[in-house]
């Protein structure tokens, strides 16, 4: 698949390990805000900011009753080094085969220096209480990026 999925859709259900080697499966966030972001690699110079800024903002977002999940390809093994060296906060899933890179989307072909190749397109989804997706961000640009996320959890809990 190489589209989003959209706004109003359910979101793809997936079971997946965590750092700590426990399976987290999106039915165990039911009746929850959710944020579910994909990222390109661990340690890296923006996959670290944006992973240190969902950190700094965890207790705002639980305060609203959000959860912050991180998915990469990388190992758990790689998961546990980059939240020991960065000192992360959040909750980290492996998904070494893309599977669920693929259910969402953001598994898609990449282009660098005139090379072609597939790879993780940074990408966030917001999943409401009834586990559907509230809002969508594709491509994203790390800097302001989890503000932006609390921003639209807060305007949309309000409405």
């Known amino acids: 698949m190489d589209t989003l999925i959209e706004e109003g859709q359910k979101a793809p259900g997936f079971c997946l390990p965590d750092q700590d080697e426990n399976e987290v499966c999106l039915k165990d966030y039911s009746g929850q805000w959710l944020v579910l972001y994909f990222y390109p ?10 992973a240190q800024d969902f950190t700094a ?13 991180g ?3 990388d190992s758990i093994k790689s998961h546990q080094r980059f939240i020991e060296t960065k ?4 909750t980290l899933l492996s998904d070494e085969s893309t599977e669920v890179h693929q259910l ?9 220096y005139g090379r072609e190749y597939m790879g993780t397109v940074r990408s966030t989804y917001l999943i409401d209480p009834e586990g559907r997706i509230a809002a ?13 996320v609390l921003d639209k959890l807060r305007a949309l809990k309000s409405l």
């Open 41 to 50: 690699r661990d340690n890296t110079s923006g996959c670290t900011r944006e």
């Open 57 to 69: 903002l965890k207790n705002d977002f639980e305060s609203e009753g959000a959860r912050i999940l």
């Open 71 to 73: 998915v990469s390809k």
């Open 87 to 90: 000192e992360l906060g959040i």
């Open 104 to 112: 969402y989307g953001v598994w898609r072909m990449k282009k660098n």
């Open 136 to 148: 969508t961000w594709n491509n994203v640009r790390t800097k302001g990026h989890a503000e932006k």
